[in-house]
């Protein structure tokens, strides 16, 4: 996956502009994008989150090893099936309203189509810990809500064909979900709901183990250190770029 021009992130109050290193795009080049500091620090809430339902079912991630059930989507999912317009007065830097958010993952999707809801009825979790996807993933508005959603419900990696580059941005930027680009089409086609898979940052690779299939994944990148931190402030702070919260 080819880097793209460098991220930044406009931080208000301290009068600086942070430079962050290259994220590389799923299928174009970024342009350049100014990310507010008024916006992402209520949607970079991955580290508070309860206990799934992926995680009470047995599903684990850990090392950048993701294993569990998936949950398989076509082409063309757009934002408004991912969370729904009128879910979004939720703000994800609250507990309850951020596991309430979660609850309303893929609400949108056409039952007749997806008969299996990704969020059981009555639960605020989901059972899946990947989404496997086709095309043009995530494509429609540019909610920030969406990545933030999937992540509230306990899924920490998409993968797909193919993604609109404002929902990769909005993963990376958010921390949620490693939005993960297949090297080949044809998984959403060939993995069914429930199936159980692996998929392994390092090799990148997604193992099917109902099937028995292997799908070669292009790799993250430059963007895996900045999910893994928890998003663009946070890897900021990590890295050093901007003040702690502690000393801040």
């Known amino acids: ?10 931080v208000a109050g301290a009068a600086a502009t942070v430079a962050l290193p290259p994220i590389p795009a799923p299928t174009t080049t970024f342009r350049r994008a100014l990310v507010s500091r008024h916006r992402l620090p209520t949607l970079s809430c991955r580290r508070t989150r309860p206990l799934t339902a992926a995680a009470a079912a047995g599903n684990s991630s850990s090392s950048g090893v993701f294993h569990g059930e998936c949950f398989v989507v ?24 951020y596991r309430k958010l979660g609850s309303f993952a893929f609400a949108g999707l056409p039952s007749a189509a997806y008969p299996t809801p990704f969020v059981a009825p009555g639960e605020e979790s989901s059972r899946y810990a990947v989404i496997i996807g086709g095309a043009n993933f995530g494509c429609g508005s540019s909610r920030e809500h969406a990545p933030v959603a999937l992540g509230a419900a306990g899924s920490r990696a998409v993968v797909a064909e193919s993604y609109a580059r404002i929902f990769f941005r909005n993963s990376v930027a958010t921390g949620e979900v490693y939005p993960l680009e297949l090297a080949d089409a044809g998984a959403c086609k060939e993995c069914k709901t429930g199936d159980i898979v692996t998929v392994d ?3 990148s690779v997604m193992i099917n183990h109902t099937s028995g299939k292997e799908y070669k994944l292009k790799p993250i990148g430059d963007a895996g250190p900045v999910i893994e931190a928890g998003g663009i402030f946070a890897y900021a702070r990590k890295t050093g770029m901007i003040a702690s919260k502690a000393t801040a």
Not at 1 to 10: G, I, N, V
Not at 76 to 93: C, G, K, M, R, Y
């Open 1 to 10: 996956m080819a880097a793209a021009p460098a991220l930044s992130a406009a």
């Open 74 to 97: 076509g082409d063309n999912i757009d934002t408004d099936q991912i969370i729904p317009a009128e879910h979004l007065t939720l703000v994800p830097s609250k507990p309850d309203e």
């Open 201 to 203: 940052l390092a090799n």
